[in-house]
């Protein structure tokens, strides 16, 4: 079952866990000479003997004994409190039917994987081939969520009230919250995760990042978010070439805008240029946030197709594991779950959650009225001594709103996941998509309010550029700061004594060095800060067009330490088998379609060369909104023929789809003529 590669990762894994006190399999196919450790689950220090024997019978019971049919490895001797897991080959087939994962047939193409078939399917005898290290951890991980009690009995050395398990009751989320089960997670393979960093980030591999090793070592949910930060990152060098053209090769091509002293008429200076520099920006932006979201469907429906995700088999969700309620038959599986009503959990969105988030989105306005009454006490300062330290000082309004609006942020992200969590969402799903739409809905009024603000109300194109220019470099240099200097801080200084310890004692245990780091917080900050810069460049670029270039040093910055933060510093995360971004998807910015062409068509109305235009020809000011308005309405139209006229799949990954699609139904004809 070990493939050579592997055999001395496994070999390194398992040095520290003797191989005779693995779970002895009865079925011949699953019998291997090296059994390797999968997920490590951490009991209670003060756990009794009893219940974790316990424990290890029922995951290595058969499924219609009421088990996982797992292995299970107790620890060392001196270590009670840790159950290692693996997983022999049957269980591992079986559950990659029921998954719906696609996998090499014997004529190299991909195909829903059947277990009769299994046979018909290369390296099927090589578990460390067959499936990707994080498949088979997620396998393990379900197994062990799918444990259900089949009748009313008490859990082994545990007090009466909370030791009590009913009838289909789930047994992990018991053994959670009766303390028994401190925490689950998937063992790191320290020879394959040393050699992805140095193919990763020591190579400093910005522009073409080994993928499929990622895939298969951290999951989809990691591999399409670093396909994503790759292809955006590719997708800002022509907007930052234009942003480099306009600004500093064409002349007059930045839009250079000022304001007469005395007056607050804005002018542009004229070069003679026909088109000014942020018009043809505005329309370039436009258009680019199209075409990029539409090729990266592609791009993402070739990489699903590629890892053999695409056909993921639905499944009834389970209850996450933070839900709870009064204990009761689930009406659609008939198993003993926790029942929460419905019209409570609406009434706490509706009389807690919505007040709070309009308090937060309160606090934001206030923060903007601040801005702008300091910016007028700078403004006054500087009109009366025009100094340097005046002219410094200009900008001090903008740097104290962003610090104040990162603080309010990051209190506000607290009180959300809170408030998510008190809301009792039964489902994953529901819970993710409740807390990041509270998320989205503060972090677009956080960012852009002020910026809309001044546009639209103020039309003060030289304050909005002034501020989005100070939005993105301090950002920018935040950015720097947690991505690069806490990371190195963290990894060269505060971890260096177990580091040590690990040098120094070469019988140190490797798993009691894993759960020694903290679990790995997940990619939501990272998704909001990119859909932030998304926002920034589609919106506004058209005012400050080296936007991109800023976007794309940080992007530079950002993919390597990414990358490093993930392997070093952090548990390896379970993923499961996904064929997109998931609640992330491309959905989430098609928000930005409508939104971007109404500001850059409001910004193209404030250019001063328009405003010119439409004086010199007598235009009235209602003409001109009509004006706006049909060139809006034109440029959604350009949008949504682009959108059409480029497939969200390739042509060769459409065919090999409903090529998947017809030999399953094939497949499973000829299963029901056979019974």
């Known amino acids: 079952m070990t493939s050579m590669g592997d ?65 299970t490895h107790p620890g060392e001797d001196e270590c009670r409190n840790v159950i290692v897991v693996s997983a022999p080959r049957c ?31 290369t390296n099927v005898d090589d578990m460390q081939k067959f499936l990707t290290l994080v498949e088979r951890q997620y396998i393990v991980k379900n197994e062990l969520d799918s444990l259900q009690a089949q009748k009313k009995q008490r859990i082994p050395g545990v007090p009466e009230a909370p030791g ?33 960093g140095r193919r990763w980030y020591s190579k400093k591999q910005i522009w073409r990042q080994p993928l499929d090793a990622i895939q298969s070592y951290f999951g989809g949910t990691m591999a399409f978010y670093f396909s994503f930060l790759q292809f955006y990152t590719w997708a800002l060098v022509p907007p930052a070439f234009l942003g480099l053209v306009l600004t500093f090769l064409l002349p007059g091509g930045g839009g250079v805008v000022k304001e007469q002293a005395g007056e607050g008429v804005m002018e542009e200076e004229d070069y003679g240029l026909s ?63 926790p029942l929460f009503p419905e019209w409570q959990r609406q009434l ?48 001090m309004p903008s740097i104290a709103h962003t610090v104040y609006t990162t603080i309010l942020k990051n209190m506000y992200h607290a009180v959300a996941m809170q408030l998510t969590k008190w809301e009792n969402h039964r489902e994953e799903s529901s819970f993710q998509n409740h807390h990041i739409t509270k998320v989205l809905l503060f972090t677009f009024f956080n960012n852009f309010a002020v910026l809309f603000h001044i546009a639209f109300y103020k039309q003060d194109l030289p304050l909005l550029r002034k501020k989005l220019a100070s939005l993105l470099i301090l950002n920018q240099l935040v ?102 971004m998931g609640v992330w998807q491309v959905r989430r910015v098609l928000g930005f ?16 060369r328009v405003q010119e235009f439409c004086l010199e020809g007598g235009i009235s000011g209602k003409n001109i909104i009509l004006v706006a308005i049909l060139v809006e309405h034109v440029l959604i139209l350009v949008k949504m023929v682009l959108a059409f006229m480029i497939p969200d799949e390739p042509d060769w990954v459409r065919i090999k789809r409903e090529q998947i699609e017809f030999n399953s139904m094939q497949a499973l004809g000829q299963q029901v003529r056979m019974t």
Not at 93 to 121: I, Q, V
Not at 363 to 388: C, I, K, N, P, R
Not at 503 to 517: I, P, W, Y
């Open 7 to 71: 055999k001395g990762s496994v070999q390194t894994q398992t040095k520290v866990l003797s191989q005779g006190c693995w779970t002895e399999v009865s079925c011949p196919c699953c019998v291997s000479k090296q059994v390797e450790p999968l997920v490590l689950i951490q009991l209670s220090d003060n756990v009794q003997p009893v219940t974790k024997r316990w424990l290890i019978s029922l995951i290595e019971a058969s499924k219609r004994h009421g088990g996982a049919a797992l292995l």
């Open 91 to 121: 269980t591992l087939l079986r559950a990659t039917e029921d998954l719906g994962l696609c996998k090499k047939y014997h004529n190299e193409e991909m195909a829903s994987f059947s277990y009769h078939d299994r046979d018909n399917f």
């Open 164 to 196: 009590v398990l009913e009838a289909w009751e789930n047994i992990c989320q018991k053994l959670v919250r009766a303390g028994v089960i401190k925490d689950i997670f998937p063992l790191h393979d320290q020879q394959r995760l040393n050699d992805l």
């Open 275 to 337: 088109v000014s520099g942020h018009m043809v920006q505005a329309v370039f932006s436009m258009l680019w946030s199209t075409v990029f979201i539409e090729f990266w469907k592609r791009r993402s429906s070739s990489l699903s197709h590629r890892w053999g995700t695409r056909h993921l088999t639905e499944r009834f969700a389970e209850p996450r594991p933070g839900f709870h309620g009064t204990l009761g038959i689930n009406p659609v599986t008939g198993r003993l779950e």
């Open 348 to 395: 706490r969105v509706g009389l807690v959650s919505l007040p709070l988030v309009g308090l937060f989105l309160g606090l934001v306005v206030l923060g903007m009225t601040g801005f702008y009454h300091g910016e007028a006490l700078v403004q006054g300062f500087h009109q009366d001594s025009g100094s340097l330290f005046s002219g410094v000082l200009l900008y």
């Open 479 to 580: 950015n720097q700061c947690t991505e690069v200097v806490v990371p190195f801080i963290v990894d060269h200084f505060l971890s260096a004594p177990h580091k040590k310890e690990q040098e120094d004692d070469l019988e140190m245990d490797k798993l009691r060095a894993q759960r020694r780091l903290p679990p790995f917080p997940g990619l939501f900050a990272e998704y909001i800060e990119l859909l932030v810069k998304f926002g920034y460049l589609s919106l506004f670029s058209c005012v400050y067009p080296l936007t991109a270039v800023l976007l794309l040093l940080n992007n530079v910055t950002e993919i390597p330490w990414d990358a490093y933060k993930i392997c070093k510093l952090f548990r390896k995360p379970f993923s499961t088998p996904v064929s997109n």
């Open 593 to 608: 379609w409508a939104v971007s062409v109404m500001s850059n068509c409001w910004l193209l109305l404030l250019s001063p």
